[in-house]
């Protein structure tokens, strides 16, 4: 697996009587193969206006980020998800 960028991305998440959302799954589809991966660990990361990430996704207000720890080939990996609230549109970065 060369990178997630530009993948189709599925995402389970858990939603919490305080709003809160928790991601506990992803599942990425390339070259017409399903691959999921549960989410090990996850903390939420606040935005406060508007800024480029150091991995280069432009973000606003309207962004939730998550940086989460996923297992992949026996090897932990670190990820990002970016849930845009306007269009409930998630992306990832790795």
């Known amino acids: 697996m060369r990178g ?22 992803i599942r990425i589809t390339e070259d017409g193969d399903e691959y999921a991966y549960t989410i090990k660990e996850c903390r939420q990361i606040t935005v406060d206006g508007a800024f480029t990430t150091p ?12 940086e989460c720890k996923i ?18 549109e998630w992306s990832i970065r790795a």
């Open 4 to 25: 997630f960028e530009g993948k189709d991305l599925d995402v389970i998440c858990q939603c919490c009587h305080d709003g809160k959302i928790i991601p506990i799954r």
């Open 71 to 88: 297992t992949v080939f026996g090897q932990m990996k670190t990820i990002r998800l970016y849930l845009n609230k306007s269009n409930i």
């Open 55 to 66: 991995d280069g996704v432009y973000v606003t207000s309207n962004y939730i980020i998550f």
